[in-house]
């Protein structure tokens, strides 16, 4: 992230459950939003394959594509950045965008000692991934997000009216986007 490039306030994460809509999804998104690709259900030459497609459309909206995998991989398979825990990123020296997973101010702070360049923190409301898993909910999420020393990204049960009603600029989605 520069000045000449912000984080995106808008995530689509891929998932098994919405890969069939991803191009359209895609398509639909701001120019310039963020696209996070897992697709861990894909052996991995399937999954390499399934990412070179939907890198070309997010890369043809000005997308920032992300992968959920090593460094090595996010630069041999030409990703902007990473996602993953705050333990999977990788020295700066990667120039890649870092995205860490966080549940808790304990993991907020690990993703910023680590040099997380942002962290999506979750699940803010009920979700179809987690079903039936403690929520952070609104109060105790925009508590948490303040306290941090780097952007946070309200993920879990997300919606854009979800997110109006958060007041959160940042969020993503699986569901909710796709």
Not at 17 to 39: E, K, M, T, V, W
Not at 113 to 129: W, Y
Request: charged share 20%.
């Amino acid at each position: 992230m520069t000045r000449a490039n912000p984080l995106p306030a808008l995530w689509l994460i891929s998932d098994a459950r919405n890969d069939a809509g991803l191009a359209l999804a895609l398509a639909q998104l701001p120019r310039g939003s963020g696209f996070i690709y897992r697709h861990y259900h894909l052996p991995d030459p399937e999954r390499f394959a399934r990412f070179r497609q939907l890198r070309r459309l997010a890369k043809a909206r000005g997308h920032v594509v992300i992968l959920a995998d090593s460094a090595l991989t996010a630069r041999e398979w030409g990703a902007d950045g990473i996602y993953g825990s705050p333990r999977s990123l990788t020295p700066r020296r990667a120039r890649l965008l870092q995205l860490a997973t966080a549940h808790d101010l304990a993991e907020l702070g690990l993703a910023a000692r680590l040099g997380a360049d942002a962290a999506l923190l979750s699940p803010v409301f009920p979700t179809n991934s987690h079903p039936g898993a403690k929520v952070l909910g609104p109060v105790r999420f925009r508590l948490l997000a303040r306290q941090s020393r780097l952007p946070v990204i309200a993920l879990g049960g997300m919606t854009a009216e979800c997110a109006r009603a958060l007041c959160w600029q940042h969020w993503a989605a699986i569901d909710g986007l796709s």
